[in-house]
């Protein structure tokens, strides 16, 4: 009877989780597997079957074979009994799981291999060939770092980190630029790309990136040249004042509304 033992992780650094260690039971008697005989399941040639010797320092595939048969294109897996009555044949695969078709073959010492018919089930029964899960034909296909190592965690759109607006206070290379282009008699006006790289950045030695954060930090100095825009000159207010000043003029009967205020009369009344 041939069982799936299940997958587990390649305890190897680096090795990820695209990939498993995937392991098959072979139960029978004494007679049926006797010590020293060599055992093994044939899969599809289509399954990405890793070479056991790639992974001599994990103990699971230790002691386990690959073979390619070129004439019906199967991988041949398998292992030598060290016990009689079972042996457990390990491989590693593609974590990705699939349903196909498994072969079981058998070879004492020196003699062809010859095909064992086995059941899946206790008490099943015994064929050639059986259906059983198996790794999913193909290589794991992926950009990047493979998907199976971002098993068990958020997907971005969950996670608690993003792309925030800059911190109160950040001084953008950019903006701050602009900022000593349009002062040129300011202290930061020898502002340059360096000053926003290396230590003068970090501990703000350099000058005139100094007076730039002390600007933000008092706020507009007084004096600047930028109009509040409360009195520019496109304020509503004020610019409903005047339009309704010159329709007045010569018309002390009418009424002139200001945002904000109460109706007045011309010149005359209220």
């Known amino acids: 009877m041939v069982s799936s033992v299940g997958t587990s992780p390649i305890p190897q650094s680096g090795a990820g989780s695209s990939y498993r260690i995937w392991q098959y039971k072979v139960d029978g008697t004494g007679a049926e597997i006797p010590n020293g005989l060599r055992m093994a399941l044939a899969l599809p040639g289509g399954l990405q079957v890793v070479e056991p010797s790639l ?11 690959l073979r390619d048969d070129p004439a019906s294109g199967l991988h041949f897996v398998g292992r030598t009994a060290t016990s009689p009555g079972s042996l457990t044949i390990p491989f590693v695969a593609p974590a990705r799981t699939s349903t196909g078709r498994m072969q079981l073959f058998r070879s004492a010492s020196g003699a062809d291999w010859t095909a064992a018919p086995f059941a899946t089930v206790s008490g099943g029964t015994a064929a050639p060939v059986q259906s059983m899960v198996m ?10 770092q493979p998907v199976h ?15 925030y607006q800059p911190l109160v206070g950040w001084l953008g290379a950019q903006s701050s630029m602009s900022t000593a282009a349009a002062n040129p008699d300011s202290a930061y006006a020898r502002l340059a790309a360096d000053s926003f790289r290396g230590d003068g950045a970090r501990s703000l030695s350099d000058e005139a990136l100094a007076a730039l954060a002390g600007r933000f930090a008092r706020g507009r100095p007084a004096g600047s040249r930028r109009s509040d825009r409360s009195t520019s000159r496109m304020d509503p207010s004020r610019a409903s004042g005047r339009v309704g000043r010159k329709r007045m003029r010569g018309r002390p009967q009418g009424l002139a509304l200001t945002p904000g205020s109460a109706p007045r009369t011309g010149r005359g009344g209220r």
């Open 135 to 144: 790794p999913a034909p193909g290589a794991p296909a992926y950009t990047g």
């Open 55 to 65: 992974y001599a320092g994990v103990s699971e595939p230790n002691g386990s074979f």
């Open 149 to 163: 190592d971002f098993a068990d965690t958020l997907p971005y759109a969950s996670e608690l980190l993003g792309v």
